[in-house]
């Protein structure tokens, strides 16, 4: 055993045996079962669902915004911008409300929930304000949607909460008519959005009381699908104790984030072979029935 895999042993932590799948999947089944296992989950982990990430080159949103003419891609995102054009926002937030496309959950978002029915996930924190991760079958106790969700709403103008169906029904209604955005927008006396975070608003609450508790506890700490380059979700992977074994699955390499494992690929085809490793058939086969019923057979 190398060094590195023998530092800051604890009485009850299972040392890495080899740095790759194998490896992980040993930890993981000889490991004390309980809930020490933490998830980061980034974009990258809704692609095969047919969700584009931000950045990846060619596929990601912000390489196919052209059409909103913004000043910058990050504009659709950004508090100041939906203020003076929010019609950008509006139609986009179409395609992204998570029910409207029918968008299903992934291989990866399959394996998080299994992580919790076998009592390992401590907590999954995710990037993604897509849903799948619930829509999966983990609870919401044990996500923390760092970014917000389309699940509650308000008004930009006067903080006043509004009913995310009545959002929902106006985003897909368009921007005129009775029951379009601009007369929500009356109804409330300034702009109504989802409580998805834009750049420069606050994480919730969830995330800082969570990022205090969960992470002394952890000690396998997954990585999958992000860039990890919005902070401050970017800081957590610096969060646990040392003895913490950190893996990567990510189709780019983030190596300055110092990971025991780096799992380069699809994150879907690395999460094949850990559930095959690990004997958890179930996730597989969960994955394949939901393909038969999605396509009505
Ligand atoms: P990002 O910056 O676009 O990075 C995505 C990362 O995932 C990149 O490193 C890709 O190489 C990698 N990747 C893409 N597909 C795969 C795959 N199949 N397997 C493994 N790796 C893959 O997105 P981040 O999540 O890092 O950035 C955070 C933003 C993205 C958050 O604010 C999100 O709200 C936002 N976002 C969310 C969604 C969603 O909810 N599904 C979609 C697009 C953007």
Request: glycine share 10%.
């Amino acid at each position: 055993m190398g060094p590195l895999l023998a530092r800051g042993l604890s009485q009850d932590f299972v040392p890495l045996k080899s740095r790759c799948i194998k490896g992980l999947a040993d930890w993981i089944l000889t490991s004390p079962c309980q809930r020490n296992i933490i998830v980061l989950a980034g974009a990258g982990a809704s692609t095969a669902a047919g969700i584009p990430d931000f950045r990846s080159p060619g596929t990601g949103l912000y390489d196919n915004l052209q059409k909103y003419n913004l000043p910058t891609p990050e504009s659709i995102f950004s508090l100041d911008y939906f203020r003076k054009a929010p019609d950008a926002f509006y139609e986009l937030a179409r395609d992204l409300w998570p029910g409207v496309q029918g968008y299903r959950p992934t291989l990866t978002h399959r394996f998080i929930s299994t992580l919790d029915r076998k009592g390992r996930l401590l907590r999954c924190f995710t990037q993604n304000i897509d849903g799948l991760e619930r829509l999966a079958g983990v609870p919401s106790e044990r996500v923390v949607a760092a970014h917000g969700s389309f699940d509650t709403a308000t008004c930009v103008r006067n903080g006043k909460s509004v009913p995310a169906e009545e959002l929902r029904q106006a985003v897909l209604s368009g921007k005129e008519g009775p029951g379009g955005w601009q007369s929500l927008r009356e109804k409330y006396g300034g702009l109504v959005k989802p409580d998805i975070v834009f750049f420069g608003e606050n994480l919730p609450a969830s995330f800082f009381k969570h990022r205090t508790l969960d992470f002394c506890k952890c000690q396998l700490l997954l990585v999958i699908g992000t860039s990890l380059s919005v902070y401050p979700f970017a800081d957590l992977p610096r969060e646990p104790p040392g003895s913490c074994i950190k893996v990567l699955m990510n189709r780019e390499d983030i190596s300055e984030f110092g990971f025991d494992i780096s799992l380069l690929g699809d994150c879907d085809e690395h999460v094949q072979e850990l559930v095959t490793r690990l004997g958890w058939q179930e996730v597989l086969k969960e994955m394949a029935d939901s393909k038969t019923s999605a396509s009505g057979d």
